[in-house]
């Protein structure tokens, strides 16, 4: 059993298993790590040897890991949600997210709405066990967008402060960029379009219907190109049988107000992301998909410094071929390019993995992370799992998405960490042999947070 004390030693020997160091290409096995107040000082292949009152943690069976870093998720923090700077979600909900998180893994996250000030980040649920990280997206045209499509959480101190201020009280990561509400993307499906035309109609519509409709009367670019003919958006109406309720003209005044009014401001708010990392040589984050992916690649080329992650690469609005292709030339001029679970790895609500993977059998994943997906996101090690299943990728090249990988994208906030390596933080994951989705042990700096598959209190 993992009593309180045993947690609390601060001289731990891991001992037995396999061991991946989050490199992308060293496992050993068996392995021992040896971890001293929260810091790794030894690690060695084969059975070390038990030091005088060091508590011996068995690992023989198990999978070790760093714990993984999650370099895009949403609604883990108590300030305003989303690029759009809606309301804070509920304490409750925020604490399951943070827990399911944990539960998964994850022992680092960066938390990307973008818009909460850096004392917004526990509210009244305090601390949590997890490194969460927050980023700043204030720009005047961010803003500008969120007011366009919801804006409601935020206050005059939201509104009045930008990067500059947020990174003078410690932030270190730029974006969301643009965002899923202010960009036409997945929350505009799941959320902000079925509820317009409830209120229109008195009938909610599925998320699968609000994107046809969206991508019909739109365009996937959003840009009114590619456009379906009047029959085929009628057609759709009666599928969605709210066509005696709403006309297809009245139904694009409906879409044009809900989706294009933040469009413009938040491109341009993707370009005053660009300046101000460049200025202060910070990473940032970017909302990729069909109505950014081409403002990305020339603000790419445009700012060579720029340390651009081209966000959720797999994007559910991307065509499969034109997913590969954007990442292609995204990272040939040097962004670096993530891939989310979303919900493509078991949900399979809204979306299929036919992008992701696409993506990392073409080799151009640099990192993965969750995203939000309406809260349907599916766990990296489900992700990495289905990698070394589907993908024919070798599990220490998948395991460094999650870890190393991440690392070395933000050195400014997890330096530390990433690679189980002497002098680094220990955060340990333990899973089962056969299948890294099964997560058994979660170790922060040396603590033990999750015992056979349950939280400990703190
Ligand atoms: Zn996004």
């Known amino acids: 059993m993992m009593d309180g004390n045993r947690a609390a030693n601060d001289r731990i020997l891991f001992r037995g ?5 989050g490199d992308g290409r060293t496992m050993l096995e068996p392995a021992s790590i040896r971890v001293r107040a929260g810091v790794i000082v030894e690690l060695s292949p084969g059975m070390a040897d038990a030091a005088e009152s060091e508590t011996v943690i068995s690992t023989e069976g198990l999978m070790m890991l760093p714990g993984f870093i999650n370099g895009h998720a949403h609604a883990t923090i ?58 700043s997206a204030h720009t005047p045209h ?25 990174v003078l009280s410690g932030c270190r990561v730029l974006g969301e960029a643009g965002g899923g509400q202010t960009l036409g993307g997945g929350a505009q499906d799941y959320r902000f379009i079925p509820d317009a035309i409830e209120e229109y109609t008195g009938l909610r519509i599925s998320v699968q219907m609000a994107r046809r409709l969206k991508e019909a009367v739109l365009g996937r670019r959003l840009d009114g190109r ?9 057609e759709l109406l009666v599928e969605a049988a709210i066509a005696d309720k709403i006309s297809t003209l009245e139904l694009r005044g409906l879409l044009e107000r809900h989706v294009l009014a933040p469009v413009e401001h938040a491109l341009v708010g993707l370009k005053e992301v660009a300046d101000a990392a460049v200025r202060h040589n910070l990473p940032a984050i970017f909302h990729h998909a069909p109505p950014t992916a081409e403002t990305l690649l020339l603000l790419q080329q445009q700012y060579p410094a720029l340390r651009m992650i081209a966000a959720h690469a797999n994007h559910p609005s991307f065509l499969t071929d034109e997913a590969v292709d954007y ?10 390019v993530d891939i989310s679970t979303l ?6 609500f809204r979306n299929g993995p036919e992008s992701f993977d696409a993506l990392v059998e073409a080799g151009l994943v640099d990192t993965i992370s969750t995203d939000f997906a309406g809260g349907d ?16 990728k070798s599990l220490t090249e998948a395991v460094a998405l999650a870890t190393g990988n991440v690392a070395r994208v933000f050195p400014e906030i997890f330096g530390d960490r990433g690679l189980l390596a002497l002098g680094k933080r220990a955060d340990l994951v333990m899973t089962e042999a056969h299948n890294i989705s099964r997560v058994r042990h979660v170790f922060i700096a040396g603590q033990a947070r999750v015992w056979n598959g349950a939280l400990l209190s703190a």
């Open 17 to 21: 298993g396999s061991l991946i160091t």
């Open 226 to 234: 590619a456009t379906a003919s009047e029959r085929t958006v009628k």
């Open 142 to 166: 961010s803003i500008l967008a969120a007011d366009e499509i919801d804006g409601r959480g935020l206050t005059p101190r939201h509104r009045h402060s930008s990067i500059d201020d947020l």
């Open 327 to 336: 990442a292609a030339r995204l990272k040939d001029l040097g962004a670096k």
């Open 343 to 348: 919900d493509v790895v078991e949900t399979r």
């Open 78 to 135: 108590a300030g305003p949600s989303m690029p759009s700077g809606s309301p804070p979600l509920s304490p409750a909900q925020v604490s399951w997210q943070r827990n399911r998180h944990l539960l998964s893994g994850t022992t680092s996250l960066i938390n990307v709405c973008g818009l909460a000030m850096a004392d917004e980040r526990d509210g009244e649920l305090g601390a949590h066990p997890m490194d969460i990280h927050m980023t």
């Open 377 to 392: 996101w599916d766990t990296i090690p489900s992700a990495l799992h289905r990698m070394t299943r589907v993908n024919r």
